[in-house]
Protein backbone atom coordinates (compact mmCIF):
# COMPACT_ATOMS: atom_id res chain seq x y z
CA UNK A 1 0.00 0.00 0.00
CA UNK A 2 0.79 3.78 -1.05
CA UNK A 3 -1.39 6.59 0.46
CA UNK A 4 -0.51 9.27 -1.11
CA UNK A 5 -1.36 13.01 -0.24
CA UNK A 6 -1.58 16.52 -3.09
CA UNK A 7 -0.72 19.79 -2.13
CA UNK A 8 -0.31 23.07 -3.35
CA UNK A 9 -3.62 23.78 -4.94
CA UNK A 10 -5.31 27.65 -4.34
CA UNK A 11 -6.74 30.57 -6.59
CA UNK A 12 -4.52 32.08 -9.13
CA UNK A 13 -5.52 34.86 -11.85
CA UNK A 14 -4.94 33.62 -15.27
CA UNK A 15 -1.20 33.48 -16.75
CA UNK A 16 -0.09 32.83 -12.96
CA UNK A 17 1.94 29.51 -11.77
CA UNK A 18 0.73 27.13 -9.25
CA UNK A 19 3.49 23.88 -8.08
CA UNK A 20 1.35 20.88 -7.19
CA UNK A 21 3.26 18.14 -4.86
CA UNK A 22 2.23 14.86 -4.56
CA UNK A 23 3.92 12.98 -1.23
CA UNK A 24 3.98 9.44 -0.36
CA UNK A 25 4.36 7.04 2.69
CA UNK A 26 3.90 3.64 3.38
CA UNK A 27 6.09 2.73 0.36
CA UNK A 28 9.12 4.00 -1.72
CA UNK A 29 7.30 5.95 -4.51
CA UNK A 30 10.62 5.48 -6.82
CA UNK A 31 8.71 1.91 -7.07
CA UNK A 32 5.77 3.71 -8.87
CA UNK A 33 4.98 4.98 -11.86
CA UNK A 34 3.41 8.44 -10.77
CA UNK A 35 0.64 10.42 -13.19
CA UNK A 36 -1.66 13.53 -12.60
CA UNK A 37 -5.17 13.74 -13.41
CA UNK A 38 -7.63 16.54 -13.15
CA UNK A 39 -11.41 16.69 -12.59
CA UNK A 40 -13.42 19.34 -13.86
CA UNK A 41 -17.32 19.30 -11.90
CA UNK A 42 -19.65 17.01 -14.62
CA UNK A 43 -16.72 16.10 -16.81
CA UNK A 44 -14.71 12.45 -16.81
CA UNK A 45 -11.21 12.65 -14.73
CA UNK A 46 -8.97 13.16 -17.70
CA UNK A 47 -5.05 12.66 -17.87
CA UNK A 48 -2.51 15.11 -17.34
CA UNK A 49 0.91 14.03 -17.12
CA UNK A 50 3.17 10.96 -15.99
CA UNK A 51 6.22 9.97 -15.12
CA UNK A 52 8.78 6.47 -15.05
CA UNK A 53 9.58 5.02 -11.97
CA UNK A 54 13.00 6.97 -12.88
CA UNK A 55 12.07 9.75 -14.06
CA UNK A 56 13.43 9.14 -17.73
CA UNK A 57 10.43 9.06 -18.98
CA UNK A 58 7.26 11.61 -18.93
CA UNK A 59 4.23 12.22 -20.85
CA UNK A 60 2.27 15.42 -21.00
CA UNK A 61 -1.45 15.47 -22.29
CA UNK A 62 -1.58 17.84 -25.56
CA UNK A 63 -4.16 20.59 -23.64
CA UNK A 64 -1.17 20.95 -21.05
CA UNK A 65 1.99 20.68 -23.08
CA UNK A 66 4.43 23.57 -22.93
CA UNK A 67 2.80 24.49 -19.73
CA UNK A 68 2.85 22.25 -16.78
CA UNK A 69 5.67 19.94 -16.42
CA UNK A 70 6.04 17.07 -14.35
CA UNK A 71 9.22 15.93 -11.91
CA UNK A 72 10.23 13.47 -9.68
CA UNK A 73 12.34 13.40 -6.31
CA UNK A 74 12.58 9.90 -4.98
CA UNK A 75 15.16 11.12 -2.66
CA UNK A 76 12.37 12.79 -1.19
CA UNK A 77 9.41 10.51 -2.07
CA UNK A 78 7.48 13.05 -4.29
CA UNK A 79 6.03 13.59 -7.63
CA UNK A 80 5.54 17.54 -8.35
CA UNK A 81 3.60 19.38 -11.26
CA UNK A 82 4.92 22.75 -12.27
CA UNK A 83 1.91 24.71 -13.63
CA UNK A 84 2.59 27.64 -15.69
CA UNK A 85 0.45 30.08 -17.98
CA UNK A 86 -2.76 28.70 -16.27
CA UNK A 87 -5.86 29.46 -17.82
CA UNK A 88 -9.71 29.50 -16.65
CA UNK A 89 -10.50 26.30 -18.19
CA UNK A 90 -7.21 24.18 -15.85
CA UNK A 91 -9.79 25.31 -12.96
CA UNK A 92 -10.43 21.52 -11.54
CA UNK A 93 -9.62 18.97 -8.22
CA UNK A 94 -5.89 17.74 -8.91
CA UNK A 95 -5.03 14.29 -7.80
CA UNK A 96 -1.78 12.70 -7.86
CA UNK A 97 -1.62 8.33 -8.66
CA UNK A 98 0.47 5.62 -8.44
CA UNK A 99 0.81 2.10 -9.65
CA UNK A 100 3.13 -0.42 -9.86
CA UNK A 101 3.31 -1.41 -13.27
CA UNK A 102 6.21 0.45 -15.32
CA UNK A 103 4.24 1.46 -18.61
CA UNK A 104 3.40 5.37 -18.30
CA UNK A 105 -0.66 5.23 -19.45
CA UNK A 106 -3.01 7.82 -19.98
CA UNK A 107 -5.91 5.99 -17.92
CA UNK A 108 -7.26 5.93 -14.69
CA UNK A 109 -7.91 2.25 -14.68
CA UNK A 110 -4.05 1.79 -15.14
CA UNK A 111 -3.50 3.71 -11.30
CA UNK A 112 -3.92 1.76 -8.49
CA UNK A 113 -3.78 3.90 -5.69
CA UNK A 114 -5.03 7.62 -5.60
CA UNK A 115 -4.74 10.80 -3.41
CA UNK A 116 -7.46 12.98 -2.28
CA UNK A 117 -6.96 16.17 -4.61
CA UNK A 118 -6.95 19.63 -4.45
CA UNK A 119 -8.29 22.46 -6.01
CA UNK A 120 -7.52 24.44 -8.29
CA UNK A 121 -9.27 27.54 -9.12
CA UNK A 122 -7.72 29.87 -12.43
CA UNK A 123 -10.08 33.19 -12.18
CA UNK A 124 -9.91 35.01 -16.05
Known amino acids: QVQLVESGGGLVQAGGSLRLSCAASGRTLSNFKVGWFRQAPGLEREFVASISRSGGMRSHATSVKGRFTISRDNAKNTVDLQMNSLKPEDTAVYYC?????????????????WGQGTQVTVSS
Open 97 to 113: AADFSSPLSTSPSNYDY
